[in-house]
């Protein structure tokens, strides 16, 4: 399988780039093939919805890194997106790169897989509801079969990080995939 895997963070070596990490050891020892975008160190523009990608052959109005990710994204079997919560809901980088699949909308619609990995500070679930919440839209609307998610908790740091299970989880969830 071809695995996309998205992250949202700007620390590289943060909370969700140990669960990117983790999981992509473990899908790449399953043996898929894994490529990677650290979204935060890229040179994405916001969607403006000037609908120069639906009205015209040119695609996106804006020439920068996606460029770079579309090709991977439209050729995926599975997206992973992976970030940390900051303000209950996805980093805006993470974001920048969603909202920018608009421009490939009809060549994105079913037939990949999707899951959702984040990190934070808060010790409560529900902290990470409006992200759960859009990526499951998203996921609906795409029509992509949601495969997993994992939620870690009470991790906004790596100390913190290293008295959880989450590492193994994602390693596991890559290797089970």
Request: aromatic share 10%; hydrophobic share 40%; net charge negative.
């Amino acid at each position: 399988m071809k695995i996309l895997v998205i992250t949202g963070s700007p620390h590289k070596h943060g909370t969700s780039a140990v669960l990117a990490e983790n999981f992509i050891n473990g899908a790449e020892e399953a043996g898929h093939e894994v490529c990677r975008f650290d979204s935060a160190f890229m040179n994405i523009h916001s969607c403006i919805a000037c609908e120069k990608c639906h009205n015209t052959n040119t695609g996106c109005a804006f020439k920068d890194d996606m460029e770079k990710i579309n090709p991977e994204l439209i050729s995926a079997d599975m997206v992973v997106f992976i970030t940390p919560i900051y303000y209950y809901g996805m980093t805006s980088q993470i974001r920048a790169v969603i909202d920018r699949f608009y421009a490939n909308d009809a060549l994105l619609h079913g037939n990949k897989k999707t899951a959702l990995m984040v990190t934070m500070a808060d010790d409560v679930k529900k902290t990470a509801a409006g992200a759960v919440a859009s990526f499951e839209g998203m996921a609906d609307f795409l029509g992509w079969e949601i495969v997993g998610t994992i939620i870690g908790v009470d991790c906004g740091d790596i100390p913190s990080l290293e008295k959880t299970d989450y590492r193994e989880k994602s390693y596991n969830f890559g290797k089970n995939i």
